[in-house]
């Protein structure tokens, strides 16, 4: 079977560099912008502002499954030492619950967009805040992954090949 697979380059990778940052920065920074979107529409009562936050989220949402496609794809080719099992493992299951949280207050912003479109509740508003932290958590994990553990990086995927890590 591992005929018809294409080779791992330095970074353990059958394409020329890790796509999942790409696409979750692309993610990260859709949420964040819209949380801060209904923030500012909602105390300065522009409603604009709402639309913006709205199609900020409808596109993270789509987006994020994309992120976990190419994440899953990468982890298990990272073939991660001990010390990095667990964040690993924790950020994966994170990232399937972002997922779910992100679609899910998307469909709740969908319900508050078609039945008060000029207002937003502040339980979304607190929503959005626990969001946020969700996120600032998962970036955490990201960070430590490529930067302290290495996935993915040549010296980290070269130690490894030589039975070093």
């Known amino acids: 079977m591992e005929n018809y697979l294409p080779p791992l380059n330095n970074h353990n990778l059958p394409y020329p560099d890790t796509i999942h940052p790409i696409v979750v920065h692309f993610v990260i920074a859709m949420v964040l912008f819209a949380v801060l979107c209904d923030i500012i529409g909602y105390f300065t009562k522009n409603s604009r502002l709402f639309e913006v936050s ?9 987006s994020i499954f994309i992120a976990i496609v190419f994440g899953q794809i990468e982890a298990g080719l990272a073939n991660p030492y001990i010390a990095a099992v667990s964040d690993l493992n924790t950020h994966t299951i994170i990232g399937w619950a972002l997922s779910g949280i992100i679609a899910t207050i998307t469909g709740w912003r969908y319900v508050i967009r078609l039945r008060t479109p000029d207002t937003l509740p502040t339980s979304y508003l607190g929503a959005g805040l626990v969001l946020t932290a969700i996120v600032c958590f998962q970036i955490y994990l990201g960070d430590k992954l490529v930067w302290i553990y290495g996935l993915h990086s040549e010296s980290v ?7 070093i890590l």
């Not at 709205?54 to 789509?62: D, F, H, K, Y």
């Not at 995927?157 to 039975?163: I, K, L, P, S, Y």
């Open 157 to 163: 995927v070269e130690a490894t090949r030589q039975g």
């Open 54 to 62: 709205w199609w900020n989220m409808t596109i993270a949402t789509v």
